[in-house]
């Protein structure tokens, strides 16, 4: 199957996976993998059969946000993805050491991408997750010339040199072919906890003004709180400890939306 926009000439749906969603931004430290962590949680805890590739190479943050220390290991000459609450996940993290930066050139993080994609055991997933690392680089090219991705989702913060990096990242995906199912808005506002007023730290309407400019959904608007961060770094995704909380509620609104 020729891939329209790419050049390349094989992609190849995983097999048993029903939906592939990449998660991405345009600048690195502005929610992303928080945000592909809870709506991976947020869409298992509706019910679905979900997978979470790590494939921030790079940076592999995926195994302290979902609190999960494991090593992989091999069944029938496959790798079996470990578990944090009913996601099955995979992450370079798991294998190297996370203290030590990942030094490798392009090819072989391709390689590293396609030995995730082809060699894991997700078993039958409605959708696989992909963290991405920030940027249009290899990863990224990787992914969308090795499968067909389903959609891509694109986080944000409202600042506008957040916004213009995740309009490149939106015109990549148009350019290969892959739909953007929508832009998340993450750190979008602010309530404070005493006064209850609310400030608009990054700007306000960056998110909004962006998804109407490329006539893609706005899938939501995630506020800063302190619990999401305190979640990332315990382990414990907002979606599962503090799940009632009005930015939980907007991390599964985001998700259902999607
Ligand atoms: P990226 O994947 O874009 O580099 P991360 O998801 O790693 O970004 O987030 C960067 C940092 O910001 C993390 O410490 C994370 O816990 C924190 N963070 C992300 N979103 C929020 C939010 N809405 N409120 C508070 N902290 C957040």
Not at 9 to 36: M, Y
Request: hydrophobic content about 40%; glycine content about 12%.
């Amino acid at each position: 199957v020729r891939a329209a926009g790419t050049g390349m000439t094989s992609r190849t749906p995983l097999p048993g996976v029903k939906n592939t969603i990449a998660v991405a931004s345009g600048k690195g430290g502005v929610g992303k993998s928080t945000v592909a962590v809870n709506l991976a949680v947020a869409l298992a805890q509706d019910g679905a059969a979900v997978g979470l590739l790590d494939a921030d190479v790079y940076g592999p943050s995926i195994p302290t946000m979902m609190g999960n220390r494991g090593r992989p290991y091999l069944q029938n000459d496959k790798i079996m993805p470990l578990e944090s609450y009913g996601v099955r996940i995979m992450s370079v993290g798991f294998i190297l050491d996370p203290e030590r930066a990942l030094i490798w050139r392009g090819p072989l993080v391709s390689q590293l991408i396609t030995q995730f994609l082809n060699d894991v055991d997700w078993g039958e997933l409605d959708y696989l997750v992909i963290d991405l690392p920030p940027g249009t680089g290899d990863v990224q090219l990787t992914l969308v010339q090795r499968i067909p991705l389903s959609g891509a989702i694109i986080v944000t913060t409202p600042q506008d040199v957040a916004l213009a990096d995740a309009v490149k990242g939106l015109q990549m995906f148009r350019e290969v072919k892959t739909p953007v199912l929508g832009i998340v808005e993450n750190m979008s506002y602010f309530i404070c906890p005493h006064c209850g007023g609310r400030s608009e730290i990054f700007g306000f309407g960056g998110g909004q003004r962006t998804a109407e400019r490329y006539d893609v959904p706005l899938l939501g608007q995630i506020p800063i709180d302190p619990a999401v961060r305190e979640g990332g770094d315990a382990g414990a995704p907002i979606v599962v400890s503090a799940p009632e909380s009005p930015t939980a509620e907007a991390f599964r609104e985001a998700a259902r939306r999607a």
